[in-house]
Nanobody
Framework: QLQASGGGLVQAGDSLRLSCAASGRLFSSLTMGWFRQAPGKEREFVAAITWTTLYTDSVKGRFTISRDNAKNTVYLQMNSLKPEDTAVYYC?????????????????WGQGTQVTVSS
């Protein structure tokens, strides 16, 4: 089970940190990812972490994904937010410890947290 939190309404240029807490004892062996879905658009990959990290081009240099295996939690630090970052953000977990940008490759999903960036 994944529980995402930390969304909110911010202004352009502000920062937010999303958290996703996972239950279970196998967290350290999971690939963790963040996806987002804006109104009227398909869900898109944002970032993922195994022992390394992977980002979509539009967030490179602004977003940082990290994990704390002791707390079973993955984070997404979002800096220099833009209005186009507005979306519902979902955390996801993949049983295979390997990067993927495809949502179909992820086995577990959180409920989503809304991020709204005003201009």
């Amino acid at each position: 089970q994944l529980q995402a939190s930390g969304g909110g309404l911010v202004q352009a240029g502000d920062s937010l940190r999303l958290s996703c807490a996972a239950s279970g004892r196998l967290f350290s062996s999971l690939t963790m990812g963040w996806f987002r879905q804006a109104p009227g658009k398909e869900r898109e990959f944002v970032a993922a972490i195994t022992w390394t990290t992977l980002y979509t081009d539009s967030v490179k240099g602004r977003f940082t994904i990290s994990r704390d295996n002791a707390k079973n939690t993955v984070y997404l630090q979002m800096n220099s937010l833009k209005p186009e970052d507005t979306a519902v953000y979902y955390c996801a977990a993949r049983r295979v410890m390997s990067h993927s940008i495809m949502s179909a490759d992820y086995d577990y999903w959180g409920q989503g947290t809304q991020v709204t960036v005003s201009s």
